[in-house]
């Protein structure tokens, strides 16, 4: 059975005390109620440690949004694998668009990143998607494709097992725009597919997929439905309890 997951992308949000309050919550809401999905959050860098604090038995997954390809070294204002390790983080995204089209981020840095993350124990959520323009010149099967085979295929078939990939649609980031469920689910099949054509059907049963484009409330279940949709990348709405719950909700 692939790992079912909801995933809370804070991004660059929240002040220390309306941080410290959501985490609060989000144990509290997690102890008194039943989930049928893991659930992991994605805090700024800064609060990766009084997250690790709050959820001390891990309950809740705590991963870092980005981190370095490099071990150690001269590499200001980075976070290393190594130094994640230490606190006992679950895991980093590697590879969110923001990442891309801010900092110039590529598929080969995600490749290093990937296989640092795995060397240290540490889960990797690879994201990748195509932009408005590739959808639209019928490009995204093949900008995915490549995206996956650059960034994953030298991994071995029990190291891509451990990877999460989260599809990301970047025309459909914090735009309200939503891939319809089947848009979603035809894209998320494609890379099993491609990871299939690699390692074999069974390998890529195995590697969870999770979709992250404004998924929202009324909305979830019926993306969560699809066959090779495993959960959500959430953004926006990870920032609110009320709305992150409902989300983990579509999973019950």
């Known amino acids: 059975m692939r790992r079912k997951i909801v995933a809370g992308n804070w991004k660059m949000n929240k002040n220390v005390i309306d941080a410290q309050q959501l985490m609060t919550q989000l144990l509290e809401y ?3 109620n039943t989930t049928n999905c893991e659930v992991w959050i994605a805090p700024p860098a800064l609060y990766l440690m009084m997250a690790k604090d709050i959820f001390e038995k891990d309950e809740i997954g705590v991963f870092s949004q980005d981190m370095s390809e490099h071990e150690s070294g001269a590499y200001t204002g980075e976070i ?3 130094m994640l390790e230490s606190i006992d983080a679950t895991g980093s995204l590697i590879g969110h668009s923001e990442r891309r089209q801010y900092h110039g981020e590529t598929d080969s840095h995600c490749n ?3 296989k640092l993350a795995l060397d240290k ?3 990797p959520v690879y994201c990748n998607g195509e932009t408005l323009e590739q959808r639209k010149a019928g490009q ?3 900008v995915v494709k490549n995206q996956t085979e650059v960034a994953l295929f030298t991994l071995s078939a029990e190291e891509i097992k451990k990877v999460v990939i989260a599809y990301e649609p970047v025309w459909a980031i914090g735009t309200g725009e939503t891939a319809t469920p089947e848009q ?4 998320h099949a494609h890379i099993r597919g491609i990871i299939a054509t690699k390692y074999g059907q069974e390998v890529a049963d195995e590697v969870s997929i999770l979709y992250g484009g404004s998924v929202k409330p009324d909305n979830a279940k019926e993306i969560f ?3 090779d949709i495993d959960g959500g990348l959430i953004g926006g ?3 609110k309890l009320e709305d992150f719950s409902k989300i983990i909700e579509a999973f019950n």
């Open 121 to 123: 124990g540490l889960i």
């Open 140 to 142: 995204h099967f093949e």
């Open 225 to 227: 439905s699809q066959p």
């Open 237 to 239: 709405a990870a920032l």
């Open 30 to 32: 997690k102890n008194n």
């Open 112 to 114: 290093r990143k990937v």
């Open 80 to 82: 290393s694998a190594d």
């Open 184 to 187: 979603a689910q035809e894209i």
